[in-house]
């Protein structure tokens, strides 16, 4: 039987797999994430899904192993998650009104071969009152965001409009990662 394993702790990547009725394992460790500001934001989250994917499949060689990373990226600023609250208002600021881009690198790596990808979507935020801003914050859900909000949940509240992949943004774009899964010899459970 083949081994799927998602390095991630991401509860939104594990819950978009899930959704697949995938049987997989979460084994997510601890990389530096720190980057080349020289690189751009598609290198950037390609490497960063690469390190996460490769620490994991280091102790599970015989395993297909998932890394993925999703940073945004406005005006050419590019937008982790932030540290705290006050961080949470600022990014939130610069994204109300305005387009951005997400990006969400996805590395897989198995014994037959490795895929490296990203997936680049467009969203445009409505304009947002500072009242919406601080309610939102005040949520607790952005601060495990890239760019301090999940388009999934409250979150979903402050899009105007999207153009490209739902489910990158979300953490993972999902359709591509099977494809490239079984370009790599992995036999979905419910394909024969």
Do not use: C
Not at 89 to 112: A, C, E
């Amino acid at each position: 039987m083949q081994t799927l394993i998602l390095a991630s702790s991401s509860p939104r990547r594990k819950e978009l797999l899930q959704n697949l009725n995938l049987t997989f394992e979460i084994s997510s460790s601890e990389v530096d994430e720190s980057f080349d500001p020289g690189l751009s934001p598609s290198e950037v989250v390609m490497e960063l899904a690469q390190r996460k994917a490769q620490a994991v499949f280091q102790a599970h060689s015989a395993a297909y192993v998932i890394g993925s990373d999703t940073i945004v990226v406005i005006h050419g600023q590019i937008l982790g998650k932030p540290e705290n609250d006050a961080e949470a208002v600022r990014m939130l600021k610069m994204l109300s009104g305005n387009q951005h881009d997400v990006y969400t690198g996805v590395s897989i790596l198995s014994p037959h071969g490795t895929a490296r990808f990203y997936e680049k979507t467009e969203v445009l935020f409505w304009e947002l009152t500072d009242d919406e801003i601080i309610s939102y914050v005040q949520s607790g859900e952005p601060l495990d965001k890239a760019g301090a909000y999940g388009i999934q949940e409250l979150g979903s509240m402050l899009v105007k409009k999207i153009s490209g992949d739902y489910f990158a943004v979300v953490g993972l774009p999902v359709s591509r990662t099977i494809r490239e899964l079984k370009k790599l010899g992995y036999q979905l459970p419910y394909e024969k």
